[in-house]
C-alpha cells in the first residue's frame, strides 16, 4: 500500500506514519527508487494482530539483451515498481540481468528458476513473458505452478524493442543456419562416399563379397 492509503487504513495521518519511520515504531518498505509502501505484515502490527508468517519469497525478475539497453532496463524496474506496489506486493529481491532471451545458459535465470524449484519463491513478477525466456515459457510456468510458484505477468503481450527481437531472430536464423550446414556436410560425405563404392572395380567388389560369407 501506499504511505495516503495505509494512513487511512489504520486511521493516523501520512506526517505520523513518517515519524513512526524515522523512529523505527514502524519501519516502511522501500523501491529500489527510494519510495515508501507498507505490507500486509505492517497492517497487521499496527492493528496490533498476529504477525503473518511468512517462509516463501517474491522476485521481481527484470531482463534485457545488451548492455546498450541500460536505459531500457531502468524503464522496465521502473514498471515493475509501481505495478508491486498496486498490487500490494511485499518484494524480497530485485534481479536484473543482461542476455538473451533465447539463452537458457543466464547465471541469475538459473539460480531463480532453481530457486522455485526447490520451493523458496511464492511469486515471480515479470513484465513480459519474454523478459524470462523467448521460448517454452508455458513449459516452465507449468513446471514451476507444480512447486508451488506463480509467475505474474505484468503486461502479456510481448513488447521488446525492435533491435533486440531482431536479434534474437538473428540467433534463430544462425542455430538452424548451422544445423542445416551440417546436414548439408554428411551429406555431401555420404554421396562421396557412395561414389567411391561404385568407382570400385567389380571384381574386387566379388572378392570382398567372398571373403564375407566365409
Known amino acids: 500500500m501506499r504511505p495516503h492509503e495505509f494512513a487511512k487504513e489504520i486511521g493516523v495521518s501520512v506526517e505520523t506514519l513518517r515519524r513512526w519511520d524515522r523512529t523505527g515504531k514502524l519501519k516502511a518498505k522501500?523501491?529500489?527508487?527510494?519510495?515508501?509502501?507498507?505490507?500486509?505484515?505492517?497492517?497487521?502490527?499496527?492493528?496490533?494482530?498476529?504477525?503473518?508468517?511468512?517462509?516463501?519469497?517474491?522476485?521481481?525478475?527484470?531482463?534485457?539483451?545488451?548492455?546498450?539497453?541500460?536505459?531500457?532496463?531502468?524503464?522496465?524496474?521502473?514498471?515493475?515498481?509501481?505495478?508491486?506496489?498496486?498490487?500490494?506486493?511485499?518484494?524480497d529481491e530485485w534481479i536484473e540481468e543482461i542476455g538473451g532471451g533465447l539463452n537458457f545458459k543466464r547465471k541469475k535465470f538459473i539460480c531463480l528458476i532453481e530457486d522455485a524449484i526447490s520451493g523458496k519463491i511464492e511469486t515471480i513478477v515479470i513484465a513480459h513473458k519474454d523478459r524470462l525466456?523467448?521460448?517454452?515459457?508455458?513449459?516452465?510456468?507449468?513446471?514451476?505452478?507444480?512447486?508451488?510458484?506463480?509467475?505474474?505477468?505484468?503486461?502479456?503481450?510481448?513488447?521488446?524493442?525492435?533491435?533486440?527481437?531482431?536479434?534474437?531472430?538473428?540467433?534463430?536464423?544462425?542455430?538452424?543456419?548451422?544445423?542445416?550446414?551440417?546436414?548439408?556436410?554428411?551429406?555431401?560425405?555420404?554421396?562421396?562416399?557412395?561414389?567411391?563404392i561404385l568407382n570400385i572395380p567389380h571384381e574386387t567388389l566379388l572378392k570382398f563379397q567372398n571373403k564375407l560369407q566365409c
Open 30 to 91: 522501500r523501491t529500489p527508487s527510494n519510495h515508501r509502501y507498507y505490507t500486509e505484515e505492517d497492517l497487521a502490527q499496527a492493528k496490533g494482530l498476529k504477525p503473518i508468517s511468512k517462509e516463501r519469497l517474491i522476485k521481481v525478475y527484470c531482463r534485457v539483451s545488451s548492455a546498450q539497453q541500460k536505459v531500457e532496463l531502468a524503464n522496465q524496474k521502473t514498471a515493475m515498481e509501481q505495478f508491486c506496489l498496486a498490487r500490494g506486493y511485499a518484494v
Open 133 to 196: 525466456c523467448r521460448f517454452a515459457f508455458d513449459l516452465i510456468e507449468q513446471l514451476l505452478t507444480k512447486r508451488g510458484c506463480q509467475i505474474v505477468v505484468a503486461n502479456t503481450e510481448s513488447l521488446s524493442p525492435q533491435a533486440e527481437l531482431l536479434e534474437d531472430l538473428m540467433a534463430v536464423v544462425h542455430c538452424f543456419s548451422c544445423r542445416l550446414y551440417g546436414a548439408r556436410s554428411y551429406r555431401k560425405e555420404k554421396e562421396k562416399a557412395i561414389k567411391e
